[in-house]
């Protein structure tokens, strides 16, 4: 493992103690398969920088942006991580955590649209001595 990859694993780690309340609340509803079926982990390092929540077989990157996402040099930063993502085939999504207080079930619908539709539940598998 580089060095690099260790301190984004292990700040991630830090960031997941202390989540944003908006990212705790977006969080109890993608978590476990909670849209379309899909995974996500949260605060997961990718390269230099830690997405707020990745589905990494969809490679979809769900960001939560504060205020302090609107001062200039933040902007130019986000930016540039959007552009290193999606150069590595990330598809990026941008909420506010305004949205996520005000329209969660408009967050949630747009996550899904964004995900492959979920998988068609398949009967069981036959049991000895079945046919």
């Given at each position: 493992?580089?060095?690099?990859?260790?301190?984004?694993?292990?700040?991630?780690?830090?960031?997941?103690?202390?989540?944003p309340?908006?990212?705790?609340?977006?969080?109890?509803?993608?978590?476990?398969?909670?849209?379309?079926?899909?995974?996500?982990?949260?605060?997961?390092?990718?390269?230099?920088?830690?997405?707020?929540?990745?589905c990494?077989?969809?490679?979809?990157?769900?960001?939560?942006?504060?205020?302090?996402?609107?001062?200039?040099?933040?902007?130019?930063?986000?930016?540039?991580?959007t552009?290193?993502?999606?150069?590595?085939?990330?598809?990026?999504?941008?909420v506010?955590?305004?949205?996520?207080?005000?329209?969660?079930?408009?967050?949630?619908?747009?996550?899904?649209?964004?995900?492959?539709?979920?998988?068609?539940?398949?009967?069981?598998?036959?049991q000895?001595?079945?046919?």
């Amino acid at each position: 493992m580089r060095d690099n990859e260790k301190q984004s694993r292990e700040f991630a780690k830090q960031l997941r103690r202390k989540m944003p309340r908006s990212e705790a609340l977006l969080w109890s509803y993608i978590r476990r398969g909670g849209v379309n079926g899909a995974r996500f982990r949260r605060q997961h390092p990718i390269g230099p920088y830690i997405a707020d929540f990745a589905c990494v077989a969809a490679k979809l990157v769900v960001e939560v942006d504060g205020y302090t996402h609107w001062t200039s040099e933040q902007l130019e930063h986000d930016t540039r991580r959007t552009k290193y993502l999606s150069e590595r085939g990330w598809r990026v999504l941008r909420v506010t955590s305004a949205d996520v207080y005000d329209n969660l079930s408009g967050v949630w619908e747009t996550i899904a649209h964004h995900l492959p539709p979920p998988a068609a539940s398949q009967p069981p598998p036959p049991q000895a001595g079945e046919e």
